[in-house]
C-alpha cells in the first residue's frame, strides 16, 4: 500500500451517512472492476452495463482507462511503477464514489493481481463491496479483434511495455464474476452482472421491482 506522506492529518467526518445516500439513490455504493487484455471487451460492456442500470433508475460512473489517463493520471506512463500508481489512485476514486452511493464501472487492463488485491482490501477495509470482473478473451481473438491498432504497433516495436506482448497480464484466479467475451453476447454479458447486483443486495430488492414482477 502507498505510503502516507503528509503528516497532521484527520479523516473528518460529516453529518450525512453513507446510509443516508443509499436511502436517497435507492441502491448501495460499489465497484466493479472490469479487468482483461486490451481488445476483450471491458469498456464496450462498461458502456452497455451504464446504459442499463440508467434505464433501471440506477446511477453509476464509468472509470475508464483512457479517460483516466487523458485526466487524473495523465503523467504516468505504462511503466510497472506507473501502472500501480495508475491503479492505486483509481482504487481510491472508485472509493470516493462507492461511499457516496454509485456504482463504479472501472474499466482497465489491470494487469498485476497484487494491484487489484491492494484496490479489493481498499474497499473492504471501508465495508465497500468489490466485484472483479474477469473479461476473459484470448490473445489471439483480443490481436483479430484490435479495435484501436495497438497490437500490430506492440508487434512491430513502436510500443513497449505491452501487456500481452512484452509485459505478463496475472489473471484473476477468483473473480467474482467470470464472462468469456469469445462465447457470450454482450446482452448475456450485461445480464450476468445485472443479476449479481441484484442476488447480492447492491441493488436492494426492497429498492427495486423487476419487470417481470410489477407485471
Not at 7 to 35: C, P, S
Amino acid at each position: 500500500m502507498a505510503e502516507q506522506k503528509a503528516t497532521n492529518v484527520t479523516w473528518h467526518d460529516g453529518d450525512v451517512t453513507r446510509e443516508d445516500r443509499y436511502e436517497i439513490l435507492r441502491q448501495k455504493g460499489a465497484t466493479i472492476w472490469f479487468t482483461g487484455l486490451s481488445g476483450s471487451g471491458k469498456s464496450t460492456i462498461a458502456v452497455a452495463l451504464e446504459r442499463a442500470l440508467f434505464t433501471m433508475g440506477k446511477l453509476s460512473y464509468r472509470l475508464d482507462g483512457d479517460n483516466v489517463r487523458l485526466g487524473i493520471n495523465k503523467n504516468l506512463g505504462f511503466s510497472e511503477e506507473d501502472r500501480k500508481e495508475n491503479i492505486r489512485r483509481i482504487g481510491e476514486v472508485a472509493k470516493l464514489f462507492g461511499d457516496a452511493g454509485t456504482i463504479a464501472l472501472s474499466s482497465f487492463i489491470s494487469p498485476y493481481k497484487g494491484d487489484r488485491d491492494e484496490v479489493r482490501a481498499l474497499h473492504e477495509a471501508a465495508n465497500l463491496k468489490f466485484v472483479e470482473v474477469y473479461v476473459d478473451c484470448s490473445l489471439a481473438e483480443a490481436e483479430r479483434r484490435d479495435p484501436k491498432g495497438l497490437y500490430k504497433k506492440a508487434r512491430a516495436g513502436e510500443i513497449k511495455n505491452f501487456t500481452g506482448i512484452d509485459d505478463p497480464y496475472e489473471a484473476p484466479e477468483s473473480p467474482e464474476i467470470h464472462l468469456h467475451t469469445d462465447r457470450m453476447t454482450l446482452e448475456q454479458e450485461v445480464q450476468t452482472i445485472l443479476d449479481y447486483l441484484l442476488d447480492n443486495d447492491i441493488i436492494p430488492m426492497h429498492f427495486f421491482t423487476r419487470a417481470s414482477d410489477a407485471a
